[in-house]
């Protein structure tokens, strides 16, 4: 089969630009940690309200501006659906799941994690600049999906 | 008077194309609204509310129109292309089963029973009519691929030793990459969601449905594209007098379509929990590796164009542009879903690239990728298709194919205004599949409504569109003129060096396909269940 001179420069351009990409997605992979949130622990979702950590949600200081956030997604709506942090913490956010699958977006954040129910979700997060931040949920969850949102006030 | 055999035979690839017609329709009014609704132009009345909206809008545009739409032209090709008297009782079965199925699934989500988009992720509940309807709509188009197959062994039968048309090569590898993918989501629905949704059993394992969901979802959008690539290569040429660039290489861009497709999945699950990142990036390598025959498909397309405007006497970029007819709607819809296919592709390896999808993942991006995706190269070019194919069928010459030319141009800005308005708004971090975004007027929402106004605006040209369509639709359905035009498929130039006789073996591809498709999930799966995860009750949370 006769592949033309122009489609064999063409090819490999494309799969050398692929191989580019996934050399620098497997890089920042390796040295920096950078991969997809992956946490793997199970949890009974029909006992989560009962189960520590998730019996009693919220923020716990755990070191110098260092923070763990356990969040519970309960259709329609997040607990805590404040919290309040100082600029510059690392905060590690524990979600999960009582009833169906939701979502955990902190806006303008790579915070974005699916909460199945059955599992525990964790990611973590360094709040530099004060302001503001939306956390919603970003998988349709019912009827009243939308107003299943928390705010994250960075001081 | 009585009809001749291929008048016959024409009716069933008719009745596809109609009944895809008519979902594009119905789902269109949902879109439209949808739109709307976002942009705090219109609320949902509570007795049909923006998420049975959306699930409609989902199932009958992402589902139904486009599985029939490739069921019917791939009936068209292989009867064309494979001509003989033949029976057709398998493909009318597959049409009656998939129309059954579609009217159940439908009705349960037109009458509130079933709320739960078209990727009815559990433990979200919906009536056990949804998924069986659902089921068999999916399975029923093993009736088609038997068809296939069937005209695939009497043509092997009757000419041996002279290779497979390349429509019917194509369309050939199309269904047997369709069958190993639907046989994820039949698992689905068999051994988990309908014994539950019938209460069968108590709780369904929430991840082991969603990985087996993307098992076929992904492939599902290949599905689509390569609907899109059966005209690209094989019909579109003919508008232009051109050839197919290399018939070699067409083969293998659908074989390594057949066998990439479906071991890529997992690229939709990156941000879950309970699959390990080591898999993760076994799916983001496949994904990309699935790009491969698309970039073959990009070059082979804007090869065939330059070949034939040479052939014109017309060199140059400027020439090439030139010498195509871009008068033809059915032309003109291809091309301009080529063009949008650019920032499909684009925004698709963005996607699938690890890390990089957190930024992305269920965001509003993702809603304007598959818009100019399926939206875009694929339903603008079946649309576009149909302005060839129904008068092809129905003898009747195209009704208005200056409006048709419009219509084809109008679909082309109002999804370039729409999708840019959805990526825009999703890099912004607005959410997708939902009904308000304004949060109460949270600040960091306020960045998002220009951006939905944009896609409002977006969403009624495309909506217009679509009215233009139904009018040639109607118009061509009552025209009394002839259409004369014979029904011919692309070629190549005779090759000096034919391709390799693998290329025509493709149950041999299509079981390396399984034996990928197998290699790319034991390990997540094994992973899954050595954990024991628990069972979810699920709900009717709408």
Known sequence: MHVHRLERIWMTFGIVALVIFLGVLGTAAISEGIVPPSHIQT??????????????????????????????????????????????AKVTFFTTSSDVVHGFFITNTDVNLMVVPGWVSTATHVFRSPGQYLLLCNEYCGREHHYMYGTIEVR | MAMTHVERENQLPLAYVYTATGALVIGAVFGL????????????????????????????????????????????????????????????????????????A????????????????????????????????????????????????????????????????????????????????????????????LNWVPTVNVMMTRMLFWYFGHPLVYFWIMGAYLIWYNVVPVFYGGKVFSDGLTRLAFLLLLI???????????????????????????????????????????????????????????????????????????????????????????????????????????????????????????VGA????????????????????????????????????????????????????????????????PEMIAAAVGGTILFISILMFVMVAIGTRFSSEVNDQPVAFAESEPESAPPPAAFDRIYAWGAAAIVLAVLAYIGPIHELVSLHPYGAPGERTW
Request: aromatic share 16%; with cysteine; charged share 10%.
């Open chain 2, 106 to 197: 439908t009705w349960a989500i037109l009458s509130g029973n079933a709320s739960v988009l078209y990727t009815f992720y559990a433990p979200l509940k919906a009536h056990p009519a949804f998924y069986i309807g659902a089921t068999i709509l999916v399975v029923a188009t093993w009736f088609v691929l038997a068809e296939v197959l069937e005209n695939v062994a009497y043509f092997r039968r009757t000419q041996p030793g002279a290779r497979l048309p390349l429509v019917v090569h194509g369309v050939t590898c199309t269904f047997v990459m369709w069958f190993i993918a639907t046989l994820g989501v039949a698992a689905e629905m068999l051994i988990y969601l309908i014994p539950w949704s």
């Open chain 2, 33 to 104: 609204l949808q739109s709307y609704s976002r942009a705090k132009a219109f609320t949902a009345p509570a007795w049909f509310d923006y998420y049975r909206m959306l699930t409609a809008h989902g199932v009958l545009m992402a589902i139904v129109f486009t599985t029939f739409f490739i069921c019917g032209l791939a009936l068209f090709m292989v009867y064309r292309a494979v001509p003989r008297e033949r029976s057709l009782r398998l493909g009318w079965s597959g049409y009656v089963l998939m129309l059954f199925g579609t009217l159940l």
């Open chain 2, 260 to 382: 990439l497709s479906t071991p890529v999945g997992i690229h939709h699950e990156f941000m879950e929990p309970g699959i390990s990142a080591g898999w993760k990036w076994v799916h983001t390598m496949t994904t990309y590796g699935v790009v491969i025959p698309s970039i073959m498909t990009a070059f082979a397309i804007f090869a065939s164009f330059e070949m034939s405007a040479r052939a014109k006497g017309q060199p140059g970029f400027i020439g090439v542009i030139r010498s195509l007819p871009w008068g033809n709607p059915a032309f003109s819809g291809a091309a301009l879903g080529m063009l949008l296919f650019i920032f499909g592709g684009a925004g698709g390896v963005v996607n699938a690239s690890y890390s990089i999808d957190a930024l992305v993942h269920n965001t509003m991006w993702i809603v304007g990728h598959f818009h100019v995706t399926v939206g875009g190269p694929v339903a603008l070019t079946f």
């Open chain 1, 43 to 88: 949890i009974d979702p029909t006992k989560v309200v009962t189960t520590p950590p998730f019996n009693n949600p919220g923020l716990r200081k755990i070191g110098e501006n260092e923070y763990e956030a356990y969040i519970l997604a309960q259709y329609p709506a997040f607990t805590p659906h404040e919290i309040s942090i100082p600029a510059g």
């Open chain 2, 386 to 449: 149909a302005y060839w194919l129904v008068p092809a069928l129905t003898g009747r010459k195209l009704w208005a194919p200056k409006l048709a030319l419009a219509q084809t141009w109008a679909w082309f800005i109002g999804m370039l205004v729409m999708s840019t308005g959805m990526h825009w708004a999703g890099i912004l971090g607005s959410p997708r599949r939902t009904d308000d975004v304004t949060y109460f007027g949270v600040a960091a929402a306020h960045a998002w409504m």
